[in-house]
């Protein structure tokens, strides 16, 4: 695969050669032995270039993932074999990278310091469930529900929703609580429909008479925040405290109070003791966060 990702990338087999020092005449045998291997012809080749088919595309696409995750895995393995505990591979939902994950990872500092975390942040319920099910994350911090059965959860915060308005929106110098049918009319940026949070500002809306009008969706929070300071539409989010603020926009809480959840959840069977620490860490986590937010208040 590295022969064949280099000849692709290069359009050239004897640039790729170059670049793998080595001759060119054994490269080109490997890669008809690759094409044989797969029944598919992978290169077009002339006296001047090589160009791609489409399965030699798609290859390719498919090469570069392959071949990254190869170089993860070594290096996963090296940093166990140097003395870590283990690795741990952690998603966040979207409000949640801001404020919770920086304090876990510090807690699991102090908690667990030969664990390593891999994080991944700004990532959407369904995202994550797909990668707990298919062993891509051991774990992961998002927002309730979840399709599949074998997923666990374990609660650890309720989050109220906010309504964030762009600094011109009529609503956005007003002091105290309104209500999401004062939005009834304006243009909403959103999640994707496939998050939890979409599902339960559709169904305020609905409760409210009317049927929210998304003009566009971003799976990430710091996104949705950007573009309603573009002045693109309103927004919803969990909790104004979880959210990178700017001078651009305005919060306010919504008369509903509506809250959304958010769960440490793994895949059902996983009896690691790194994770069963990870989760109490989590709870820790979280009661640090909502300590200092009582004591500032």
Do not use: C
Not at 28 to 40: F, G, N, P, R, W
Not at 182 to 194: C, E, N, T
Not at 253 to 268: D, F, Q, S
């Amino acid at each position: 695969m590295r022969y064949f990702l280099a000849v692709a990338e290069e359009k050239h087999f004897g640039r790729a050669a170059d670049r793998l020092h080595m001759a060119q005449p054994p490269l080109s045998s490997q890669i008809k032995q690759l094409e044989a291997e797969l029944d598919t012809l992978l290169l077009e080749r002339t006296t001047r270039k090589v160009e791609l088919t489409e399965a030699g595309a798609l290859l390719m696409e498919r090469a570069r993932q392959i071949l990254a995750e190869v170089e993860a895995t070594k290096h996963d393995v090296a940093e166990v074999g140097r003395g870590a505990a283990g690795i741990l591979r952690v998603g966040f939902a979207g409000t949640a990278t801001y404020r919770l994950m920086p304090e876990i990872v510090r807690v699991a500092r102090e908690r667990m310091p030969l664990v390593r975390l891999q994080v991944a942040g700004e990532k959407l319920t369904p995202q994550m469930e797909e990668a707990l099910l298919e062993n891509r994350l051991d774990v992961a911090i998002l927002r309730p529900p979840v399709q599949s059965s074998e997923i666990s959860i374990d609660e650890i915060q309720q989050t109220r929703l906010v309504a964030v308005l762009p600094q011109q929106h009529e609503l956005a110098q007003e002091a105290g609580p309104v209500s999401i049918k004062a939005f009834a009319k304006d243009d909403i940026v959103g999640y994707p429909r496939s998050s939890s949070v979409f599902s339960v500002i559709s169904e305020m809306a609905r409760q409210a008479g009317f049927r929210p009008r998304i003009v566009q969706e971003a799976t990430e929070t710091s996104t949705l925040i950007a573009l309603v300071s573009a002045g693109l539409g309103v927004s919803f989010v969990p909790g104004s405290q979880s959210f990178p603020l700017n001078s651009s926009i305005a919060v306010r809480p919504l008369e509903e109070e509506v809250t959304v959840g958010l769960g440490t959840a793994w895949k059902t069977g996983n009896d690691s003791p790194l994770l069963s620490s990870f989760i109490e860490l989590a709870r820790e986590a979280t009661r640090n966060l909502e300590n200092h937010s009582i004591q500032s208040a």
